[in-house]
């Protein structure tokens, strides 16, 4: 069942349109999910086959975008949708712009371990705190996917606190950075800085999505919870 | 003649609105022109109350934001636009995105200031060139307001060429930061990693509006040049 979901009685040519949009979102979040997997295991490794491989695989999420944005405003000219139609169109929007910068991030983090190619530019006390930054960047990402189809409330709500994990891996890796036994040097200080900002901005995407599923469904926002 | 202007004789409530959209987003950009400057005054000073000023008004971008999508959402819904007035006003969404993550930068650089305050989180060797990205972020974003007023392609190719300079000051700021003779500690490694990366990201999100000008006036993007 895609995010667009309608009742089979209400089905016509137009809110097909709308589920192969929402098919389209779906297949772009696992794009995404499966760059920023090979983003972190290109910069823990490091492995510069695949570090080229997500560089390259980022023209493929754009594409993406671009031709799903054509079709959602083709779609808006040519039905004229209005109430919980269009607001599935203009949401579907966002999200596709949510799930791009969500690839940047995954090419931002290959762009490193491309440039500190062949050293790694995570130091060795930090190894583990990016190795979870990236399972938990997957489980967010996984999760949302799932959201995506089945629109199932409990578990967008859950994103939010999923992310509370990144935020606390995040200020982790701050702590680290600002110790005053930071013995690194300034290069890699940089380099974890962008890292763990990468991963953060990409979970941050996946809650604004989750949020917008919650829109979708409800028809309106839970700002303040999550 | 603001952003979405039409000639007179075209002229119907409809298009009223448009223009009030556009006018609308116009002084959003000087919202946002004047928290950047406020936050890096701020974070140059370093200014407390400033930085305290920068935060709070953040809010102000945000609302302003979700009051334009809303009425521009409700515009579509009552006038089932299409061709360019359809294209004008997803269009409207999209700036509205970019300005409020531009304010949010400032409201990120007003935070830095506003932590490490009362020290200052920029090392003499690298005032100069924050001041230098301040300047440039505020011409950008002046004449970002101007174009979007004006809709002068030459100005808006302009924009890319504007954003070059940015782009030199922050590799600049960056070599700095990685040169082995930096004796500031890893703090403000990270410190000022961000703080490029917030002017860095506001002008990129400025180029993106200059884009759209482009494509509302030609119906398409000049990708490939800027």
Chains 1, 2 share one sequence.
Request: hydrophobic share 40%; with cysteine; aromatic share 6%.
């Amino acid at each position: 069942m895609p995010t667009f979901h309608y009742p089979r009685s209400m089905r016509n040519a137009f809110h097909e349109e709308l589920d192969d949009i929402g098919l389209s979102l779906i297949a772009m979040a696992h794009l995404v999910k499966k760059a920023m997997d090979d983003a972190t295991a290109a910069i823990l490794g490091p492995d510069l086959e695949l570090a080229e491989k997500v560089i390259a695989a980022d023209d493929a999420i754009d594409n993406m975008q671009h031709d799903l944005d054509a079709r959602t405003i083709d779609l808006m000219a040519r039905q004229s949708p209005v109430a919980s139609d269009l607001r599935t169109l203009v949401t579907s929007l966002r999200m596709s712009a949510d799930l791009e910068r969500m690839g940047d991030m995954a090419h931002h983090i290959a762009k490193q371990a491309r440039i500190r190619y062949p050293n790694r530019s995570i130091p060795t006390g930090l190894v583990k705190t990016i190795q979870e930054m990236g399972r938990v960047t997957h489980e967010i990402i996984e999760k949302l996917a799932s959201v995506m189809e089945t629109q199932d409330l409990d578990r967008a709500i859950e994103i939010a606190a999923d992310d509370d994990e990144m935020d606390k891996l995040h200020r982790e890796l701050i702590a680290v950075i600002l110790a005053d036994k930071w013995d690194e040097g300034s290069e890699t200080a940089f380099d974890m800085t962008l890292l763990g900002r990468y991963y953060e901005r990409c979970c941050d995407h996946a809650v604004s999505i989750s949020r917008r599923v919650y829109f979708l469904v409800t028809g309106e926002y839970r700002k303040e919870e999550f």
